[in-house]
């Protein structure tokens, strides 16, 4: 079964960064495309950004274009968010998937595998 794990996450005060990390485990995702989405108190989970599985293409959500940045490193089956200049506004969980397809897609339906969460607080 494949599992993803977030970590990364924490208290960051208003234009800092930090970086998220999610592992994969029991087989790998080269294959697949793969995801960051947030969740914040009181919302519907909504789409942060993709990246194809050979890492050639990405895709953001218009809040985050220019200031979060994701890759992954299929050596490792690794995927990282990193995020700068911070916002109140960015605080959620934030979940790392996997999809069952090759391309960038911001669509949580063509996502098969979802990790646990990592909470991030940016202060104001």
């Known amino acids: 079964q494949v599992q993803l794990v977030e970590s990364g996450g924490g208290l960051v005060q208003a234009g800092g960064s930090l970086r998220l990390s999610c592992a994969a485990s029991?087989?790998?995702?080269?294959?697949?495309?793969m995801g960051w989405f947030r969740q914040a108190p009181g919302q519907e989970r909504e789409f942060v950004a993709t990246i194809s599985s050979s890492g050639g293409s990405t895709y953001y959500a218009d809040s985050v274009k220019g200031r979060f940045t994701i890759s992954r490193d299929n050596a490792k089956n690794m995927e990282y968010l990193q995020m700068n200049s911070l916002k109140p506004e960015d605080t959620a969980d934030y979940y790392c998937?996997?999809?069952?397809?090759?391309?960038?897609?911001?669509?949580?339906?063509?996502?098969?595998?979802w990790g646990q969460g990592t909470q991030v607080t940016v202060s104001s």
């Open positions: 029991g087989r790998t995702l080269s294959n697949s495309a």
């Open positions: 998937a996997a999809a069952y397809l090759g391309f960038a897609t911001p669509r949580p339906g063509h996502y098969g595998y």
